[in-house]
């Protein structure tokens, strides 16, 4: 795989060159264009070697991001039939292609990422119709009434999914969207959000154990309500009429959990919504007051 992968980029930077690089041999039959195995395998050292020493720091560089992924996934998976498990490996699978090519393309940018759990989605008609073949009894016929536990079990593994990636991609900021609720909060308060730093064990060497020295921003956003946990069925309904797709409303109110994402991502250095406020406008607020 790796060998195949090699070649491929290979022939990408080719692309560029001369025509005689490109190209190869101008012969009829094609002639010798065989690599030869010593330089194929250095060739394939020099693309995979990292360009720049700085690009695996352990330490998030905000003043170098340069894009956000926001990322929501999983939930045609579940649809389509297929079960819990496979669907998180593939979610696991995608993430971590995603950071992967990130990495090699964008080396001298650290990556932020938005990861939400699933939305719930309430379309039962559509989890009883694909029985046969997908059927809680199979024997039976007897089908599953609801996406709920499916999905419940998909998000209950997001939290060791996404804590996976944190460790393999170090310099990262990933924060998890979640639908959970924190405090017994209703999701649309500060009181949500739940900051985690995850130790590089640098304190145990003398360091402070401060931002500067984690090796990456554990981040989860407990937004409840602002991500369609509701047990109003109406209320629920006014926000996802077909019970699967968010209407203007439903993007609206989803948007206030993703203004919060952003706004750990970025440090504060940005405020997005009005829970929350900067450092900056914190200090500007205690000096007026002295002013006072």
Known sequence: KDEHE??????????????????????????????????????????????????????FRLHDLERIYIVLMGTNNIGGGMLPAPTLEG???????LLELHRRHFVDAPAAMLFSELLPRHDDFRARRMCPPRCKNVTSLEPYESFVPAIEKVNGGLEEVVGGWRRDFPGSRIVLLSSHKRGGGDGDGASDTEFKKVSTGREEEGGSGDDDNMGGYQSTIRCGREMFVMDDMDEFDSYMPDRLHPNLQGYELWSR????????????????????????????????????
Do not use: Y
């Open 6 to 59: 090699g070649r491929n980029l290979q022939l990408e930077l080719n692309e560029g060159g001369d025509e005689e690089g490109a190209g190869g041999s101008d012969d009829e039959d094609g002639g010798d264009n065989e690599i030869d195995d010593d330089e194929e395998e250095e060739g394939m050292e020099a693309i995979a070697a990292p360009k720049d020493e700085g690009a695996s720091s352990s330490k």
């Open 91 to 97: 979610m696991d699978a995608a993430g971590r292609s």
């Open 257 to 292: 959990c993703l203004r919060r994402g952003l706004e750990a991502i970025m440090d504060g250095a940005i405020q997005l919504s009005s829970t929350q406020k900067t450092k900056k406008a914190i200090d500007e607020d205690e000096e007026e007051e002295k002013e006072e």
